[in-house]
């Protein structure tokens, strides 16, 4: 067990449709990351936050959005979906924000699959 | 533009045998390498990492190579369990990279009883 926890497990919707996935970082890890894992990619990076701050942005499409709150867990929010956003969708958590040695050191939730019919 | 590519989709080996996985990476402004296990329906698993300013780091039965000069690092399990049947990932992150790892695409080990 990592120590991260995202909600839901598994999420099928429709097409059009708006959702939002729910991550709550490891205690006292002040950064939260999403990524994205389609079927014919690796993961790939969404977007960054540290300490309720966006701090980089990945090939997010503008169709999805993401916050962090005062008690550091992070939404992501993904609307007018199509059938290619389906994937499974991780959070990761560390301590710091730069680059390099442990604090960088990335712990993944155990991801939402994320289906659109 | 890949920037960190592990070349092997698979590898089999006889358990009680070195497993050796390899990571190629392109970008030299990367400092800091890490290696994921993962699970079909789970997330990755953090195994090691090392840092740029060493060539080896090792814990239990899992070291990790860095090799600057030819941009490449490689996975040593010693000895491979069927346990440690997994999709391996190599990652890297550097300081300007905001703080994100660039992932490879994997290699799946499976660890033959």
């Known amino acids: 067990d990592s120590g991260v926890t995202q909600t839901p497990k598994h999420l099928i919707t429709a097409t059009g449709q708006r959702v939002t996935l729910r991550c709550s970082p490891r205690s006292g890890d002040l950064s939260v990351y999403w990524y994205q894992q389609s079927l014919d990619q690796g993961l790939q990076f969404l977007i960054h936050y540290y300490n309720g701050e966006e701090r980089a942005k990945g090939n997010i499409l503008e169709r999805f959005s993401a916050q962090q709150f005062p008690d550091l867990h992070s939404e992501l929010n993904l609307s007018s979906l199509e059938l290619g956003d389906s994937a499974l969708y991780f959070c990761a958590s560390s301590v710091g924000i730069t680059s390099g040695g442990a604090r960088n050191t990335q712990y993944f939730g155990p991801g939402t699959r994320l289906t659109v019919l | 533009d890949q920037q960190v590519k592990q070349n092997s989709p698979s590898l089999s080996v006889q358990e009680g045998r070195i497993s050796i996985l390899n990571c190629d990476y392109t970008?030299?402004?990367?400092?800091?390498f890490l290696w994921y296990k993962k699970y079909p329906a789970e997330g990755p698993t953090f195994l090691i990492s090392i840092s740029s300013i060493k060539d080896k780091n090792e814990d239990g039965r899992f070291t990790v190579f860095l090799n600057k000069s030819a941009k490449h690092l490689s996975l040593h399990i010693v000895p491979s369990q069927p346990g440690d049947s997994a999709v391996y990932f190599c990652a890297a992150s550097g300081y300007n990279q905001g703080g994100k790892l660039i992932f490879g695409q994997g290699t799946e080990l499976s660890v033959k009883p």
């Open positions: 970008n030299s402004m990367f400092d800091y």
